[in-house]
Each structure stands twice: as structure tokens, then as C-alpha cells.
Antibody, heavy 125, light 111 residues
Framework: QAHLVESGGGVIQPGGSLRLSCVAS????????MHWVRQAPGKGLEWVAF????????YYADSVKGRFTISRDVSKDTLYLEMNSLRIEDTAVYYC??????????????????WGQGTLVTVSS | QAVLTQPPSVSGAPGQRVTISCTGS?????????VHWYQQLPGTAPKLLIY???YRPSGVPDRFSGSKSGTSASLAITGLQPEDEAYYYC???????????FGGGTKLNVL
């Protein structure tokens, strides 16, 4: 049973930086690409970033491109999201999410079958 | 900018059938990419409801079904139950974006 646990959220001033972590268990982390998805308070889901299973390709939403960096450490079964130049509009619960597809080239476009509990990032002065 | 459009809310009485639409464009749903649906209860993470347009994960009742035509997709829920009251989100892949898109979400009210 796949399980994801995020951490690293908190209150940060505009322009600041924060790194989120997501520890994976219950599946072979090195075989799966991973997403970050966020949800602003009272709003819908927004895809943020995806990293390919081998870490060789990353993709970002336009809203975070150039400011956020997704990475992974397979030795620690951990996914990261480095967030710089944070803006008030980045305030959200951040979820890490695992695709259900086992075939690597289908993972970026496939459904998410496991979500973490989320970690809240609040950008405020 | 690519978007997936859902109605803000739909309503139905217990036992009735409702549908939730998800309208995209030629760069996502219309390009042939699958659509996935999620249910989200307040304060919880989303739960996968339908994947690859019309497949249900184990444990999801067959009251839930999905379909797709052209640039749109739909989630149908039959035999509405009070516990179905939740937010529902569609998701697809957008080629120019090289990433996922989520619809804005639909609140299902069970009257």
C-alpha cells in the first residue's frame, strides 16, 4: 500500500524560500515519476510540477516556472520541492502525488492513485 | 492558457442521476488524452474515482462512470447518496503545457 508523507510547510514572508519534502513508502519509488499539486484555501486543485522516474526530466506549471524546483533522492525515497521568490498567491496546501501507471512514459499524463495528506504553506508578511 | 471547465455546482436528490461535465480543448481532451476524476471531501486529500476516462479503481462503486466525446468528458453518478456530497475534479494532460490540468471543481449537493 503506497503511502506519502509531506513535511516542510509553514509561514514564510513574500520573497522567501522553503523546501518541502515527501517521504514515500509501500512502493518502488525509483520506478515512478512524481507530482506536486497544490490547493489554495477554498480553491481547486492546481498541478505544480512533475519529475520523471529517473529524474532526467522535470515539468512545471507556468505559474511556478523559474521559481520552483522539483527533485528526488531515491536513496531516501524522498521527493522535494524547492520554492524560491515566494508570493502571496503561492499560499496553499501542497500535496505530493504518485501516478498509478507503471509504464514510465504514461505516468506524466496518467491518473494519480495515491496522495499525501498535504502540507500547508502560508506566504504572508 | 489551457483550462478545463467544470460547472461550479450541480444538485440532485437521493436516488437521482447527475452528470458533471469537463470541457477542454484540442490540446488536451480533444487531442485524445485520457480524463481522470477525483472526489474530495472537506479537509481531505482527493481520491481517485475514475481513471483513463472510464475505468474505476477497486472499491469505487459502479454508480460512478465516465465518458468522453470530442473535447469534453463527463462523470455520471447514479443512485445519488448523501455521502456523495463532495467536490469533484477532472484532470487531463495538456500537450503544449507538457503537464497536467485540473478542472476548477464541481460541488455536488445532495438535496
Amino acid at each position: 500500500q503506497a503511502h506519502l508523507v509531506e513535511s516542510g510547510g509553514g509561514v514564510i514572508q513574500p520573497g522567501g524560500s522553503l523546501r518541502l519534502s515527501c517521504v514515500a513508502s509501500g512502493f518502488t519509488f525509483s520506478k515512478y515519476g512524481m507530482h506536486w499539486v497544490r490547493q489554495a484555501p477554498g480553491k481547486g486543485l492546481e498541478w505544480v510540477a512533475f519529475i520523471q522516474y529517473d529524474g532526467t526530466r522535470n515539468y512545471y506549471a507556468d505559474s511556478v516556472k523559474g521559481r520552483f524546483t522539483i527533485s528526488r533522492d531515491v536513496s531516501k525515497d524522498t521527493l522535494y520541492l524547492e520554492m524560491n521568490s515566494l508570493r502571496i498567491e503561492d499560499t496553499a496546501v501542497y500535496y505530493c502525488a504518485k501516478p498509478g501507471a507503471m509504464t514510465w512514459y504514461l505516468q506524466a499524463r496518467g491518473a494519480v492513485d495515491c496522495w499525501g495528506q498535504g502540507t500547508l504553506v502560508t506566504v504572508s508578511s | 492558457q489551457a483550462v478545463l471547465t467544470q460547472p461550479p455546482s450541480v444538485s440532485g436528490a437521493p436516488g437521482q442521476r447527475v452528470t458533471i461535465s469537463c470541457t477542454g480543448s484540442s490540446s488536451n481532451i480533444g487531442a485524445g488524452y485520457d480524463v481522470h476524476w477525483y472526489q474530495q471531501l472537506p479537509g481531505t486529500a482527493p481520491k481517485l474515482l475514475i481513471y483513463d476516462t472510464n475505468y474505476r479503481p477497486s472499491g469505487v462503486p459502479d454508480r460512478f462512470s465516465g465518458s468522453k466525446s470530442g473535447t469534453s468528458a463527463s462523470l455520471a453518478i447514479t443512485g445519488l447518496q448523501p455521502e456523495d456530497e463532495a467536490y469533484y475534479y477532472c484532470q487531463s494532460y495538456d500537450s503544449p503545457l507538457s503537464g497536467s490540468l485540473f478542472g476548477g471543481g464541481t460541488k455536488l449537493n445532495v438535496l
